[in-house]
């Protein structure tokens, strides 16, 4: 069996599954309210503006408002120490382990944010030391943009530093490896994997790929979310047309892909989420020529089939109990999940407290993982 643990506890692997939140760092009220140190900022090359209400209220991208959702504690600061625990704090009291941290590069507004947060993560972990979060880094191919003020550098350059300025003892890995997943915007896996091999020697880390298995050396697959292909559409005026389906189809046929590719991923994380609506963000509403559709996309929270976090965490449940019953159309495990997302408010596909739908999705998250980990721990005694 594979052991899943923090970099700096390699003796003391976590339960499986790991319930993990997607974390956006995105968030800012006031600009100058939190000084960056110099000592952070010998590291990089170019500082780029923090906005006032940065993706709150956010100017550049034309709207004034981008959230269906009000935080339980209101908006804040990704950079707040209070909010950071309160975030540690919710996570970890429904199951959620950590935190799969968005990032747009070494020079980017995110990595500003994310220095902050991983202060507060290592001084929650050293006055919680019985109760320790984790984390691991979502690339996202963003980085090479030279977009929201962002100054890109290499695949190479960027790795260097996670490596050198972002890995600390609390950073999630495999059997000692780094894990990292990548939100790509084109075919290029080959392309990732030979930079991060540059950085961490070859298998020296996991890869973990977006919606598909290109066996470009991808060592896992993950699902973001999306409805079934039934309703999406490629011609019509909505991407996608039937906010009342879950996604949960393409799900189940995403984790059979996985067992059909050609080669052998080590392994899965499976994926959940409570819903999406972008309908508040303006660039939903702009047609492009590389989307000439006008968007927005939604899927509805509740849908005529049932609770749309509940038919995807069904699909999973339903994988796990397949693969620990020993079908060979199963045969990958799926010891990571990911709930897409955590946070992201401009996409309403959030669990993190609210005051208007409060804890239930992560009760639900929460109540979902004990199943979870019996199913694994009767897979287990069966070894």
Not at 108 to 115: A, Q, R, Y
Request: charged share 25%; hydrophobic share 35%; glycine share 6%.
């Amino acid at each position: 069996m594979m052991n899943f643990h923090r970099a700096g506890s390699l003796q003391s692997p976590l339960d499986l599954p790991v319930l993990l939140g997607h974390f956006v760092p995105w968030y800012a009220l006031d600009a100058a309210a939190y000084p960056f140190p110099d000592e952070w900022a010998k590291d990089i090359d170019y500082r780029p503006p923090v906005e006032n209400m940065r993706h709150w209220c956010d100017a550049r991208a034309g709207y004034r408002r981008t959230h269906l959702h009000w935080p339980e504690i209101g908006v804040y600061d990704s950079r707040q120490p209070q909010a950071i625990e309160w975030q540690i704090r919710a996570a970890l009291e429904h199951g959620v382990q950590g935190f799969i941290v968005n990032w747009y590069g070494k020079n980017s507004v995110e990595n500003l944010i994310t220095l902050h947060w991983l202060k507060g993560l290592n001084d929650w972990n050293a006055a919680h030391p019985g109760q320790p979060f984790c984390y691991f880094i979502s690339f996202d191919s963003q980085a090479q943009w030279p977009s929201e003020g962002k100054r890109p550098v290499t695949m190479e350059e960027d790795f260097r530093y996670i490596k050198d300025h972002l890995i600390t003892d609390a950073y999630l890995c495999r059997d000692g490896r780094p894990i990292f997943s990548v939100f790509p915007y084109e075919d290029n896996c080959a392309q990732w994997r030979r930079a991060m091999n540059s950085v961490f020697g070859a298998e020296g880390a996991d890869l973990i790929w977006m919606n598909g298995t290109p066996r470009q050396g991808e060592t896992a697959a993950f699902p973001w979310v999306r409805p079934d292909d039934a309703a999406l559409s490629h011609e019509g005026f909505y991407p996608w047309k039937d906010p009342d389906n879950a996604g949960d189809d393409f799900l189940r046929s995403f984790y059979e892909r996985c067992n059909e590719a050609q080669g052998r991923l080590d392994y899965i994380m499976g994926g959940v989420w409570p819903g999406f609506d972008d309908q508040l963000v303006s660039w939903a509403w702009n047609a492009t020529p590389e989307n000439p559709s006008v968007r927005p996309r939604v899927i509805c929270r509740e849908t005529s089939r049932g609770n749309t976090l509940e038919l995807t965490w069904k699909a999973l449940l339903d994988y796990l109990r397949q693969w620990a019953d020993g079908n060979p159309q199963a045969a990958i495990p799926c010891p990571l999940i990911q709930i897409v997302t955590w946070n992201d408010y401009a996409e309403a596909s959030t669990v993190e407290p609210t005051k208007d739908y409060g804890c239930k999705p992560l009760e639900i998250c929460q109540a979902n993982l004990q199943t979870a980990r019996r199913i694994w721990a009767e897979a287990k005694n069966k070894l």
